[in-house]
């Protein structure tokens, strides 16, 4: 079989595998272009430099995929923690709940229990509300540290006798308008002077049964008309020693007493 000019049989595989090439770089679009004379360039330096471009591509194609594939990685990847982000974002609500549960509802007592201060004494206010009887009434006393003796107010004082003792009658207020009668024996009398009474007056001293927090005892008061003064009760210093300790900045520290209702 005749071969062209400076083309030995030998070659022929090569010439082959160089058309397959220039062929397949045809049908890509040009993407291999080569420029070789046959009369200037041997045959094998062609197949050589197809060599390098077939290896070239080869690389090529292998970064392009591999490109590829860490882009889909990567945009997996991204999908991934953007997903599990919305997730957070979504049950965030329910993760703060449970991080910071609702406080549990507290029973609210009617009655405060009293203040303690020390092992034996008491906290009382500036204004406290003191039960008294007889006769079953209760009264906004103030809080007087500066009064040797406590002092209630008594409407209609009628001195009178009984068994051979002194006693005194009078009336004390159960609200604005409505008034009890009470009857109690007189201890002694003292005279309290007053900057509007120089001279002084004579006044009853009587034990009466008061209670304020958990104190229930007798204590003694003088009896006088106070309905000029804002209180009808004072509590002095024969109540508060060895028993309270007073805050003026505060009021009604103590719970206000209600009696047992009847059977």
């Not at 071969?3 to 082959?16: M, Q, W, Y």
């Not at 079953?136 to 007087?144: E, F, K, L, S």
């Amino acid at each position: 079989m005749d071969t062209a000019p400076g083309i030995r049989p030998d070659n022929r595989p090569k010439l082959v595998r160089l058309c397959a090439i220039l062929l397949a770089g045809i049908a890509l679009g040009g993407c291999l272009q080569t420029e070789f004379d046959p009369d200037q360039t041997t045959l094998d330096d062609v197949s050589a430099q197809i060599d390098g471009l077939s290896t070239q591509l080869s690389r090529s194609e292998a970064a392009l995929t591999a490109i590829q594939s860490s882009d889909l990685t990567g945009r997996a990847a991204l999908d991934a923690r953007l997903a599990d982000l919305d997730e957070q974002i979504r049950t965030l609500p329910d993760s703060l709940q449970l991080s910071c549960p609702e406080p549990e509802a507290v029973a609210q007592c009617e009655e405060v229990a009293r203040v303690i201060v020390s092992a034996d004494k008491m906290l009382v206010g500036e204004l406290e509300y003191v039960y008294i009887e007889p006769p079953g009434v209760t009264v906004v006393a103030r809080i007087d540290t500066g009064a040797t003796s406590s002092s209630l107010h008594a409407e209609n004082l009628v001195p009178f006798e009984r068994d051979g003792e002194d006693w005194v009658r009078f009336d004390m207020m159960i609200n604005e308008k409505d008034s009890v009668t009470v009857e109690e024996r007189i201890l002694r009398h003292v005279r309290v002077v007053q900057q509007a009474d120089p001279s002084g007056s004579r006044r009853p001293v009587v034990e009466m049964r008061v209670r304020i927090g958990e104190i229930q005892d007798t204590f003694e008061f003088t009896l006088a008309d106070r309905s000029h003064l804002e209180n009808e009760l004072i509590l002095g210093r024969n109540f508060l020693a060895d028993v309270t300790l007073v805050d003026v900045g505060k009021q009604f520290i103590q719970p206000r007493y209600s009696p047992p209702e009847g059977p």
